[in-house]
């Protein structure tokens, strides 16, 4: 005859030594269900309230509770990590030291050839500014110099922000070939990367498809959809010329991608323009934001809405069926971190002016929130003198660092979201999340479950 | 206002809610909330609060009488079915009109046709497990699986009449060569014929045990052991239908009783066929069915009018002038028994809340609607996972958690009348036309769950604050908000409940001040107005208010409170039916 002590020796959940090894989280799904997700151990699954108590039960050490729980769950929690485990390595914190970068990004100009209706930099309606090239070369200069002592392959120069960066053709293949010329000098490669409207010649494109390694082209989808708001001065629409611009990126096998802007306008259409963006092009690469209500866009009715979320659910599953995926910025089921983008990370981007920006977004000096983003500007050794107070505050800017998402299961993936689109928002000062927050969870949380699915419908465990 | 952190870390759950073995849950098991296409109309209603019945809400009251006539298929109503989840109406025309369609409950919404032409004669019998119908009608029997939406024929010789067990295992069919033949399923083989009265049975019962089988015509009511198939009894004639209505007929969920309607109703004990009771008819009873409980027996009669009847004693408890002067030719009742759903020869499908019979509901297919019906569309994703465009006539509530796509539709059959705004093919080829004529939307419903997401913060803390001063009390309406709301709404009511679970209380020092409250007492959105009343009051801020202010907020508050009972119906429908299992044990 046995006691019960004995039976649960027999059944090895004594449990004296059984604790908890990782951050666990519980997502309520229905009736009564949660999915159980550990980010840092990649594992999920969905389960009744029983087990969720059997969970707290071992967190609390209310061993005697964990009886009723049957030995093969324990071994199933011990199999994925949960449980009596050496503790999770959590993603990198706070960089510290003096930053060195081996990629510059360079706001060539804030003039623009369209006048898209959401542009958040309201390109065009203020005076132009446009980047000398001698701002250009030092800034390469100084990455090639720190990708070359720090023995990287390549450095990186990118075209992005506050403009279109093709307008201002000649300093950006200039700038190029100068960075090809350094790259030569010093024995390593030179990565070149642009974000563009895609309003290009042919000869343009031909030009990038030969020096650049990548480039990420806004385009709304449906053509109605895309003249909607990306129009030119006349008001124009723009989709024929950035169709041709696809079309060729795709005939000479280009490695781009495609930035979808939704309002709360073209929600409806988001699945017809995905639809139409897997027929008609070949990219992988197909991302899909709200549009930010900044800019010219200031002030317009959101997009961060459920019917977003539904939209962005229909458009995947069309993506889908083509053997594409779509993402939205912040929900990165396979990334794990603590930083949302480079702000945190020491991101070296130039203004036309010279200025050190941490953010695609805080492109001038003009930026209200320059004194926040701006963290350097050029010094007497051609080098660049860097306010370390603004570069600890930009790199505090981490999950870890983040109270208010403490207790979310997203924090690993969007790592608290855009800095700046977080300024724009927040309440007596204070960070309380966003509508974006709600979207990155829903999401996240169908990722999770279609990876489930995939890996067999019980359980996913996908160790890093 | 201050938004709450999100809170999905693992923390213990309600014991209440740990009622079965630990398990990890397939995710084949899931039906995951899908989206709705909704804003701006998500309803709910609340019955009272926590704090001085301030925070009390509801929405619109129902006043459906126009446009029900023929509104479903067309001509009469010959069959209606609940599916044991008390989720899906399935209707059966009737002469002149033979399809087979789905409406969604409590909604009552048609999402579904099921068979455009399914023969006369069609009968319905749904197992337990909700899945599984047997259609029976001229052209033979086909076995459905409705989530799939697909069949397979067991045979194409013309029924009149089909039953099938609960179990599903058994399907008794009754066709014009006068004979009843028992079959195996899901296999769809023939098990057995039995030679049966002349002119063949014409409506056939299985107990809920499966152990007898009642059949009935004009002539004869027999009873036969099942799974033999021996023929048991005849009842006396007084237990036959003795005229055309000789399809009323129904057995308690306890397998012993049964009602026979004809010019009265006649109860008769089972499984040994003695009357036990003779209840007075009127104008002859044309359909029966008792409730779940075996405490509610409903009969409907050639004028037109339901009656509803208390069991065990037979006491008469309402009548309920239904159908106008027509035949009422079907019943069902949820198996919850709060609903019951009638048919009638004059084609409309109303729907009725039990025990009081109060009416819900009327439903409109406007496709096949008369042209001078319009109604109001809305849109709904259903859990099938498409986006199904609903219509109600004007003046109806526009249910929790739809769309309101548009003012007013005309029936399909007219022409557009105006301008169209939008065209909606349908799958008959026609067309619904948006117009720019406004019908009666006046009855928005008031919830501050589904403020939650609001794009402006402001509401949003202030749904917030006012959720969390309701406190656990209003669990009930929090968990009728989640089944309303899409995913990622509802996930959201969801941290909130477990928030006030763990015992989060309002945060005073995040009330705001009047100003911006006062700036949203004119919100075109009347839910916020109410809120920003609810909240003025919550506050205890009437001093700073001017009286007009003050008047203003106190018409809103009594807004809110006089909000009738339709969603509140739906509320308590889903408590009821959250309830059930734990009563089963």
Known sequence: ????????????????????????????????????????????????????????????????????????????????????????????????????????????????????????????????????????????????????????PFFGVGYHGGGEPTVLWRTMTGSFAYAEQRAGEIGIAVHGSLATNGMLKDEQIDWIVEHLHGASVSFDGLPTVHDRHRVTRRGDGSSKRVIATLRRFDETGFDYGVRVTVTRETIAQLADSIEFICRQFSTEHIQIEPAYLLGRWQGAASAETAEFVAAFRDARSRAKHHGRKITFSAARLDTLTGHFCAVSQDNFCLTPGGKVSACYEAFSENDPRAEIFLYGEPSADKGYRFNLETLRHLRAQVAQNRSFCAGCFAKWHCAGDCYYKELTIRQNGIFAGSARCEITRELLKDEILDRIEASGGLFWHQPV | MKTLPPRFDLARLPECEAQQAAMVVPIAQLKLDTTMNRRGFLGAGLTASTLAGILASGCGALSVQAGCRGSTHGGSVGALAITPDGRTLISAGGFNSDSVKLWSLPLGAHFDTLIADAGQNTSLAIAADGSTLTVGSSKGINLWNLPERSSSPITKIPMQAVAMSLDGGTLVSAGPDETIKLWNLPQGSLRKILRTHPGGANILLITPDGSLLVSRNRQKTLLWRLPEGELWKELPAAANGGGPNEQSLAISPDGKLLAAGGKAITLWRLPDGELAQ????????????????????????????????????????????????????????????????????????????????????????????????????????????????????????????????????????????????????????????????????????????????????????????????????????????????????????????????????????????????IARLDDEDEVVAIMAAQMIALCGQRGNLSARLWRRVNVLLADARARPWFVRYAVDAYQVAKRRPEVAR
């Not at chain 1, 005697?64 to 949960?82: I, M, N, V």
């Not at chain 1, 804030?110 to 250009?136: E, K």
């Not at chain 2, 968990?479 to 209380?505: E, F, H, P």
């Open chain 1, 1 to 152: 005859m046995t006691t019960n002590a004995d039976a649960s020796v027999e059944a090895g959940l004594t449990a004296s030594s059984t604790t908890i090894s990782a951050e666990l989280f519980a997502i309520p799904l229905e009736r009564g269900l949660h999915l159980v997700y550990a980010p840092l151990r990649r594992v999920a699954f969905v389960a009744n309230a029983t087990l969720i108590n059997a969970l707290a039960d071992i967190r609390e050490g209310r061993h005697e509770s964990t009886a009723g729980t049957d030995r093969d769950l324990l071994d199933f929690f011990r199999g994925l990590r949960l449980i009596d485990s050496a503790p999770e390595e959590t993603p990198s914190g706070e960089l510290a030291g003096e930053p060195k970068p081996t990629s510059v990004t360079l706001f060539l100009t804030t003039a623009c050839n369209l006048r898209c209706t959401y542009c958040y930099a309201a390109a065009g309606d203020s005076a132009t500014t446009a980047m000398p090239m001698h701002v250009a070369k030092r800034g390469i200069d100084f990455v090639a110099r720190h990708a070359h002592r720090q023995q990287q």
């Open chain 2, 278 to 517: 003779t209840l007075a008819g009127e104008a002859g009873i044309w359909s029966l069915a008792i409730s779940e409980d075996g405490k509610t027996l409903v009969a409907g009669s050639g004028d037109g009018l339901i009656q509803l009847w208390q069991l065990p004693g037979g006491k008469l408890v309402k009548r309920i002038a239904a159908h106008g002067k027509s035949i009422v030719r079907a019943l069902a009742i949820s198996r919850d028994g709060r609903l019951l759903a009638s048919g009638g020869a004059d084609g409309a499908i109303l729907l009725w809340r039990l025990p009081d019979g109060e009416k819900l509901q009327c439903l409109v297919d406007l496709a096949i609607s008369d042209a001078q019906v319009s109604g109001m569309t809305y849109q709904l994703r259903h859990e099938s996972g498409r986006m199904i465009t609903y219509t109600l006539p004007c003046g109806s509530a526009i249910p929790a958690g739809a769309t309101c796509t548009c003012h007013c539709v005309p029936g399909s059959v007219s022409r557009p009348r105006t301008t169209p705004v939008v065209n909606t093919p349908l799958r008959s080829g026609g067309t619904i036309c948006t117009c720019n004529k406004v019908c009666t939307c006046n009855l928005i419903p008031v919830c501050q769950a589904h403020r939650l997401l609001h794009p402006d913060p402001f509401v949003r803390g202030m749904a917030e604050q006012l959720l969390l001063a309701m406190g656990a009390g209003q669990f009930g309406y929090l968990d009728w908000a989640i089944r309303q709301a899409d995913s990622t709404l509802a996930n959201r009511i969801r941290q909130l409940k477990r928030s006030i679970a763990c015992g989060v209380q309002p945060e005073r020092g995040q009330w705001p001040t009047s100003g911006p409250c």
